[in-house]
């Protein structure tokens, strides 16, 4: 009788012993959860003639002294260079084409990030965008008062400008504007497997093994 | 220790899937179904040490533990880490599809050659401290091994294999003597709870 307490408590013992290395490891997964790691990503982005290009860890670490290395559409090597102390690695525009940069970190660690075309060659579609909106200018309806003289206003100060110079103002205030935009998406931009992802992996381990139990336990019986 | 997509050439990813593959068979051959649930343990187990980031070294390295699974598996870990590989290929893009094979064997054969080197260590007759050496070194050369497999991989595509493997090897050097404790406190623990585990029931016979 006693010896079978004794044993009962030693199973309790250990369940309770189980059941707190799972917590231990749960804990040790999700207490890292901002530095989950293992590959690494290259987000590029155009500002003005210059491109920028943030390389890093999965887990947010950034990639120091990686290569670089942008090629054209052809898979022609245009140039290439190193990533400074923050990942970062920026170039001029060699050419406005679709561009494709690869990212050759060491130990086997390969990323890329294609810059399409349309966002390099980006004055043809502002001009469009620029004529739009002179359009829709034209069209509104000129029946306030106020709106009338705005115009007035506008108008010769529009044309003492001229185009390119607009399209150089517009792009530069648009790069600012969008430079934290930019910065958002680069830090934002494949931030690490998360719960959906762990549990998932989990579940289909415990099916497989289900799936296996199965048909052992099937040939078994035959 | 995932090597990317198209960073290897052809032929080295068609030979490792082969290598990897027969392994796999290996480890399949006589399953045991009371093998299954263990290995389903430990598989989960090495899917979800590749998120246990170690901030350590110039690089960013994980927990691999393809020592605990080699030592407690043997041949059983090569399906167990192709399943943990290819979950983590698919869910955490870590590797990729085709180097699959690869990254298999670059993990799993460490984890049997492990188990030939260390596993006697663990037997129930041999002694607190021969275990515990046993547990850690396994730990240890198994993630050694790995990095040197990555360097060869890489040599074999045309990368100078010393500074590869030298590379590979200094970054997961942390890693090597976080894995061993892993490792030793993990067989010891298991060897108070489920001895039997560690008898080597899971050799080929």
């Known amino acids: 009788m006693r010896r079978n307490d004794h044993s009962i408590n030693r199973a309790a013992f250990y369940r309770s012993k189980i059941a707190y290395l799972v917590f231990a490891i749960l804990w040790l997964v999700f207490s890292h959860a901002p530095a989950f790691a293992h590959k690494v990503t290259i987000f590029a982005w155009v500002d003005g003639d210059t491109i920028h290009t943030q390389s890093k860890f999965s887990g947010g670490k950034r990639v120091k002294g990686a290569l670089v290395v942008v090629f054209d559409s052809e898979g022609n090597a245009l140039l290439e260079g190193k990533t400074d102390e923050n990942g970062m690695f920026s170039f001029k525009i060699p050419q406005k084409t679709e561009l494709k940069v690869v990212l050759k970190a060491s130990m086997g660690h390969m990323a890329e990030w294609k810059i399409p075309a349309e966002e390099i060659t980006g004055s043809g579609s502002e001009n469009n965008t620029l004529a739009t909106i002179e359009k829709a200018s034209n069209k509104t309806p000129t029946g306030s008062e106020s709106i009338k003289t705005d115009e007035d206003v506008l108008k010769p100060a529009t044309i003492g400008l001229g185009r390119e110079e607009i399209e150089e103002i517009i792009d530069a205030s648009l790069d600012k504007k969008l430079a934290p935009i930019y910065d958002m998406l680069a830090n934002t931009y494949d931030q690490g497997p998360g719960l959906t992802e762990i549990m998932g992996g989990i579940g289909y381990i415990i099916g497989l093994v289900g799936v296996a139990l199965y048909f052992s336990n099937r040939r078994r019986k035959e | ?205």
């Not at chain 2, 040490?49 to 170690?54: N, T």
């Not at chain 2, 993630?143 to 040599?155: C, E, K, N, Q």
């Not at chain 2, 595509?157 to 500074?163: K, Q």
């Open chain 2, 1 to 205: 220790m995932h090597i990317s997509e198209g960073v290897l050439s052809p032929a080295v990813l068609l030979g490792g899937a082969a290598i990897a593959a027969a392994g796999v068979a290996a480890g399949l051959k006589d399953l045991d179904q009371k093998e299954i649930p263990s290995m389903g343990i430990l598989s989960a187990a090495f899917f979800v040490a590749s998120l246990i980031h170690v901030p350590v070294g110039p690089a960013s390295v994980h927990l691999i533990l393809n020592g605990l699974l080699g030592l407690i598996l043997g041949w059983k870990a090569f399906p167990a880490i192709l399943v943990g590989t290819a979950l983590q290929a698919l869910l955490f893009q870590f590797g990729g599809i085709t180097t699959l094979g690869v990254n298999t064997l670059n993990m799993a054969l460490p984890a049997v050659i492990c188990y030939y080197l260390f596993g006697w260590g663990l037997k129930s007759g041999s002694g607190r401290s021969v275990f515990i050496f046993t547990a850690f070194a396994s730990g240890c050369c198994a993630v050694l091994i790995s990095g040197i497999m990555v360097g060869f991989s890489l040599y074999l595509t045309g990368e100078a294999f010393l500074p590869a493997a030298q590379l590979v090897v200094a970054a997961h050097l942390p890693i090597m003597f976080i894995e061993g404790g892993l490792t030793a406190a993990c067989t010891l623990f298991l060897r108070k709870v489920r001895p039997e585990l560690l008898e080597g029931v899971y050799a080929p016979k």
